[in-house]
C-alpha cells in the first residue's frame, strides 16, 4: 500500500524550509506548509514518512500534529506497533476534550496489543529456555547413563577376573539387573 516514493522526503522539507526561512516566512507559517505536507503524505498512506514529518512537528512543539498522530495511530497498515503508541500519546496530551474518549480507547488498544506481543515473546523464549533446559538435562542423563554402563562392564570385567565362583556368582546377579535396566530405560532405575 505504500507508494514507492514519497511526496515529500524529510530532506524535502528541510530544503523547503531554508526556502521558507529565506523567503521571511514565520515559524507558524512553515509550520503549517509542514502540517499540509504531512497530511498529504498520511493520506497517501506514506506512514513511514508521515511517522517522520509527525516527529518533526511533535519536536517543534506543534500542538495541532495531534490530530495527524491519532491518524498515524489508527492506521493498521503501520506495523511499528510502538511509533503508533507514541503518537497515540502525543495526541492524548493535545487532543480537545471531545476527542478524548477517542484517543483513550485506541492508546489503550495499543498498549495492550504492545503487552500481548511482548507476551506471546516472552512465553516464546521461555519455550526456548525449557526446550534447550530438557535437550541438555536429556544429553546429561544420557552421558551419565553410558559412563555408568562402562564402568559397570569394567566392574563385572574385573570381578570375573578376581573373585572365585560362589561371589562372582553373588555379585553378577545385582551388576547384571542394574547393567539391564539401564539398557533398558532411558532413565535411571528408581532406588526401591
Known amino acids: 500500500q505504500k507508494s514507492a516514493k514519497p511526496l515529500f522526503s524529510p530532506e524535502q522539507v528541510q530544503n523547503l524550509e531554508q526556502i521558507g526561512i529565506l523567503l521571511g516566512l514565520s515559524d507558524s507559517q512553515l509550520q503549517e506548509i509542514i502540517l499540509d505536507i504531512a497530511t498529504q503524505t498520511i493520506k497517501k498512506k506514506q506512514y513511514s514518512t508521515g511517522l517522520l514529518h509527525c516527529r518533526k512537528l511533535m519536536n517543534d512543539g506543534n500542538e495541532n500534529a495531534w490530530r495527524l498522530c491519532l491518524l498515524l ?11 503508533r503508541l507514541e503518537m497515540a500519546s502525543f495526541a492524548l496530551q493535545f487532543c480537545s476534550v471531545e476527542s478524548l474518549p477517542t484517543i483513550l480507547e485506541v492508546h489503550k488498544d495499543l498498549q495492550q496489543r504492545l503487552a500481548f506481543l511482548q507476551l506471546t515473546k516472552d512465553k516464546s523464549l521461555l519455550s526456548k529456555a525449557v526446550n534447550e533446559a530438557e535437550k541438555k538435562s536429556s544429553e546429561k542423563k544420557h552421558h551419565v547413563r553410558r559412563n555408568l554402563l562402562l564402568l559397570l562392564g569394567k566392574a563385572k570385567k574385573s570381578l570375573r577376573e578376581r573373585s572365585s565362583g560362589t561371589a562372582q556368582h553373588a555379585l553378577m546377579g545385582p551388576i547384571n539387573k542394574l547393567l539391564l535396566s539401564l539398557i533398558c530405560s532411558a532413565d535411571f532405575p528408581s532406588s526401591s
Open 73 to 83: 495511530a489508527e492506521a493498521d497498515s503501520l506495523d511499528d506497533l510502538p511509533a
